[in-house]
């Protein structure tokens, strides 16, 4: 196996929703270094035995480039298993541009990101016909600043189908600027807890309701907030199955 680092996307947690190429790859790892936050460790089951286990969640950058960057430079192979998908909230940029640095070779397996996980534990479409064909991902500032050109109260302004990451323990705050921005007071939220995982819980409300309904659950972290008319029951029907609407693999009927 060559030696270099894979960025592995875990998925949101059941272990089943890891692609297969994730999976082989963290099976044949010499080092596996996996953000134990929200990562579920049974992905790790089937490592070698004499894989070499290293929790994220309690090192800095310097500290999974120490372990990394010598391991591959030794001929290692390192798996580093981040939760969801890679390219969202993952920091993983700051990585590559180390590995560059050392001439390491990487390449990133996507995986199933929460968001994704949270409609599908709701049954829920993000891209409804006449109420959204749009969906937003985005987190409220917190110790992490966002462009000003991103603050919520604009991406609001859009009423597209919203996934609000990292920001659940800041729902008071969140819910009253959904409605500066004009969502209407019953629009429907879902806060999805640990999508996937046995302790799931998926808690429905309103903007006017869901800062209360996360405080009487006392739900911190580590979920998920959806917004839009999205969780609602209107729309259209869509074109792609109208019987009478053409596609380039079926002639529809006048
Ligand atoms: N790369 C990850 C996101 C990492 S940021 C992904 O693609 O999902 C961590 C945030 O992701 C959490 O604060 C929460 O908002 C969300 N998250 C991650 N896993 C989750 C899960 N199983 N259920 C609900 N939200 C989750």
């Known amino acids: 196996m060559a ?32 953000a134990g936050s929200l990562v579920n460790p049974a992905v790790l089951d089937k490592r070698r035995k004499d894989a070499v286990v290293y929790d994220s969640a309690y090192m800095s950058l310097d500290e999974v480039m120490d372990v990394t960057i010598p391991a591959v430079k030794a001929g290692k192979t390192v798996a580093r298993v981040h939760t969801g998908d890679p390219s969202i909230y993952g920091a993983i940029r700051e990585q590559m541009v180390r590995l560059d640095a050392e001439n390491i070779e990487y390449d990133v397996i996507p995986g199933v990101s929460s968001f994704c ?47 609000i990451f990292l920001s659940v323990g800041f729902m008071d705050e969140l819910t009253k600027t959904l409605m500066e921005a004009g969502y209407e007071p019953d629009t429907p939220m879902a806060v999805v807890y640990r999508a996937t995982w046995p302790e799931q819980k998926i808690f429905y409300g309103t903007c006017a309701t869901m800062a209360q309904i996360v405080k009487e659950n006392n739900i911190t972290r580590q979920a998920m907030t959806l917004v839009g008319g999205f969780l609602g029951d209107e729309f259209e029907l869509s074109k792609l199955y109208d019987s009478h609407f053409t596609t380039g693999y079926r002639k529809g009927k006048d």
């Open 3 to 34: 030696a270099m680092v894979h960025f592995i996307g875990a998925g949101p947690g059941d272990p089943e929703l890891i692609t297969i190429k994730g999976q082989r790859l963290i099976e044949e790892a010499d080092v596996i270094i996996f």
């Open 117 to 163: 996980a949270s409609a599908a534990a709701c049954k829920k479409e993000f891209t409804l016909p006449s109420v959204s064909q749009t969906v937003i991902i985005t987190r409220m500032e917190g110790r992490t600043p966002v462009p000003p050109k991103e603050k919520l109260i604009d991406l609001a302004k859009h009423h597209a189908s919203m996934c």
